[in-house]
């Protein structure tokens, strides 16, 4: 086997907005829009011959209850697509949201479009949709299409999930139950915009309190080492007007696509109470040329007692343990470990990082050509390893930055060994720059590097 890739892990704060980005995605599953906002579901109209015209109006909801919050709009979708009395909804509709009572407004391709209003309670609530509208579009035109909807109270669901079959070693950690109207069917395990999500940790118990009458798909999601699986065939459910209902849910265990790769992460070798603020685990697949870095590995923050759980795609993987001295701050990484991982197969990796004194760099910057009447109201240094340059585009996210009111910028949060610096400033015009001449420094443990860089004034 060739030698592993080594690793390019991205910075603490970028792997903790992906966590929360995770986490967010599982706990709502579904998306809304800004009042007045038209959300752009591809469909057949986007194939609709003539030029667009506007379909506005208001929606307003009749004997809503004084708490009523959520969300309402119209959906449009193709009238020679969708025979309203018989299927419904189409998959992919145009939608408009707006509060009640107020306008909404759609752009719509010109010929004939059937319209439905819709309402959710709460914040991505199950969708209550109401009869189809005829209205034809005229390019370059204008109609408008007032619709009242009569309120329904909303039914609760609920009961419990079963997880069968579930091999010895392995737990489910979490559960998701996604509700959706018969018509709006999961596609890629993407909810639409009239689904609703409950999602359960510590129980196998569920509630969904905003699904409305009539005909509904429920389906399982259950998270486990190797991420978070969708069951595609789905629970038909028809819930009354109003009450409560009991579902209980069972699916089999399904053999994931994913492997995974658990253990531990020490640093050894530390000060007594030293603390890192960010530990974790990434891997870059062993591909390519033998030395060159991935741009986008796959990586985890470490749980409780200094465990991680990493699922990865089968195949070669050069995977190493790493912390950081705080957010974007340089990472410290213990030795490439080469692992083969293989689907549905959990393998026990355990990284120890040998403790190392941060470098410090001291950059006293300097901005040339600085025009008349503008002032330097800062200066900035960004720090990047010699193997990852800044190009003037993007900033690598192995790079390290800093910045000064002054003139003396300090990043003392550096592992050592070759780095590139490259000065930048902030001026009183809201013009800002950062030089892409990289000026290069060898750091060593515990030391302290004292630089004077150059950075030349950028007009525009």
Request: proline share 8%; glycine share 14%; with cysteine.
């Given at each position: ?54 379909l506005t109006g208001n929606v307003t909801i009749r004997n809503a209850p004084a708490y009523f919050a959520g969300e309402v709009g119209v959906a449009a979708c193709p009238g020679a697509s969708t025979p309203a ?29 059937e319209v439905y209003e819709f309402y959710e309670l709460g914040f991505e609530g199950g969708a209550y949709i109401g009869h189809a509208h005829t209205v034809s579009i005229v390019g370059g035109g204008t109609v ?317």
């Amino acid at each position: 086997m060739g030698k592993p890739a080594p690793l390019k892990i991205g910075s603490s704060s970028m792997l903790m907005a992906c966590v929360l980005t995770v986490v967010g995605l599982l706990g709502s599953l579904g998306g809304t829009a800004a009042a007045g906002a038209a959300v752009h579901r591809p469909s057949q109209a986007d194939t609709a011959p003539g030029a667009d015209g506007v379909l506005t109006g208001n929606v307003t909801i009749r004997n809503a209850p004084a708490y009523f919050a959520g969300e309402v709009g119209v959906a449009a979708c193709p009238g020679a697509s969708t025979p309203a009395a018989t299927t419904g909804l189409c998959a992919a509709p145009l939608i408009a949201v707006a509060e009640s009572g107020a306008s909404y407004t759609l752009a719509l391709p010109a010929g004939t479009w059937e319209v439905y209003e819709f309402y959710e309670l709460g914040f991505e609530g199950g969708a209550y949709i109401g009869h189809a509208h005829t209205v034809s579009i005229v390019g370059g035109g204008t109609v408008r299409q007032n619709i009242s909807v009569l309120y329904q109270a909303p039914t609760t669901l609920s009961g419990t999930v079963t997880v069968s079959g579930v091999p010895s070693g392995i737990t489910v950690e979490a559960l998701v139950v996604t509700a959706c109207p018969s018509s709006q069917p999961l596609v890629g395990g993407i909810p639409s915009e009239f689904c609703d999500s409950d999602y359960v940790q510590g129980s196998d118990t569920y509630s969904l309190p905003t699904l409305f009458r009539g005909s509904w798909l429920l389906y399982v999601g259950y998270e486990t080492v190797f991420g978070l699986t969708f069951v595609t065939t789905p629970t038909p459910v028809r819930l009354p007007k109003g009450g409560s209902v009991n579902e209980n849910l069972s699916v089999n265990y399904q053999t994931p696509v994913d492997g995974a790769l658990e253990g531990t992460v020490t640093i050894t070798g530390a000060p007594p109470g030293f603390t890192a603020p960010f530990e974790g685990v990434g891997a870059c697949p062993v591909a390519g040329t033998p030395g060159t870095a991935c741009a986008e590995p796959s990586y985890t923050l470490i749980g409780t007692g200094d465990t991680y759980q990493l699922a990865l795609t089968p195949g070669q993987w050069g995977a190493a343990g790493f912390y950081e001295l705080g957010g974007f701050a340089g990472q410290f990484i213990s030795p490439v470990q080469a692992v083969t991982v293989s689907a549905g197969v959990v393998d026990q990796v355990n990284f120890v990082i040998p403790y190392v004194k941060p470098a410090k760099v001291e950059a006293t910057v300097t901005v040339t050509g600085v025009p008349a009447g503008v002032t330097v109201e800062g200066t900035e240094l960004l720090a990047c390893p010699s193997g990852d340059p800044y190009d003037g585009t993007s900033v690598p996210i192995e790079c390290v930055e800093g910045s000064d009111a002054g003139s003396v910028v300090t990043i003392g949060t550096l592992p050592p060994g070759t780095w590139l610096l490259y000065p930048g400033y902030f001026a009183s015009n809201g013009s800002f720059y950062t030089g892409t001449q990289g000026t290069t420094v060898k750091l060593r443990a515990g030391g302290t590097k004292k630089v004077s860089l150059n950075v030349a004034y950028q007009s525009g």
